[in-house]
Structures are given as C-alpha cells and as structure tokens.
C-alpha cells in the first residue's frame, strides 16, 4: 500500500515556471518504487512525461526533454518535476505515479512501459499555461 500526493500545479504564463511534488506514504518503501509523472490533458489520451528509476536514471518525453527535470529525495520521501519554459500544449492535469518494484535502466523500458504498469496514482493537481 502506498498513498501518493501531489502539490505544485497552477496556472502560468507561457516561457513561466513550476515545480510539482509529490509525497510518498505508505508500507511500501519510497526506494523500492520506480516514479514518474504523467499527464492527461482533456480529450486526450494519458501520456508518459517523465520517470527516474531506483539507479537514477531518467527518461522523458520528447516534448518535454530539455524543459523539464524529474528528480527525487529519498530522505523526504518525496518526487518532484521542474518545468521551466512552458508552452500552452503542457496544460494538463498532472499525476504522480509508480511502479512497484527495484527498476534500473529506464531509459530502456521507456515511458510506455512505465505506463503500462503502474500500480500506484495521485489524485492529480492541474497545470494550466497562458499563452
């Protein structure tokens, strides 16, 4: 069992900045958890923007390589998602999500397979960009 819980999300100017957390309580050990953020914006389907696996490597989506940086501390339990130069087309509401279980080597697994299995989600927080 594991509660996720995200914060950060409002609304920005285009080229604006934010930066989501997300807390992870639980019985499940926040280090034996592979977390990623995805996006759904309406009528469109769930998409894979970002994941970091438990050796620290990332993968993200092409529309958001560069801009955005997915990181986590350990410590505090926490996962978080930097979103610098913002466009219109990153509106969205926002999900904090996870795979059970110790990955390595994401970058190869892909935000697909990311998505295909997650057993874990937020509750959302919106992000919404201004053009």
């Known amino acids: 069992q594991v509660q996720l819980v995200e914060s950060g999300g409002g609304s920005v100017q285009a080229g604006g900045s934010l930066r989501l957390s997300c807390v992870v309580s639980g019985k499940t050990s926040f280090g034996s958890l592979c977390m990623g953020w995805i996006r759904q914006a309406p009528g469109k389907e769930r998409e894979g923007v970002a994941a970091i696996g438990e050796d620290g490597s990332t993968v993200y989506a092409d529309s958001v390589k560069g801009r955005f940086t997915i990181s986590e501390d350990k410590a505090k339990n926490t996962l978080y998602l930097q979103m610098n130069s913002l466009k219109p087309e990153d509106t969205a509401m926002y999900y904090c999500?996870?795979?059970?279980?110790?990955?390595?080597?994401?970058?190869?697994?892909?935000?697909?397979?990311?998505?295909?299995?997650?057993?874990?989600w937020g509750q959302g927080t919106q992000v919404t960009v201004s053009s």
């Open positions: 999500a996870a795979v059970h279980g110790e990955v390595t080597g994401i970058q190869g697994l892909g935000l697909e397979w990311f998505l295909r299995n997650t057993g874990s």
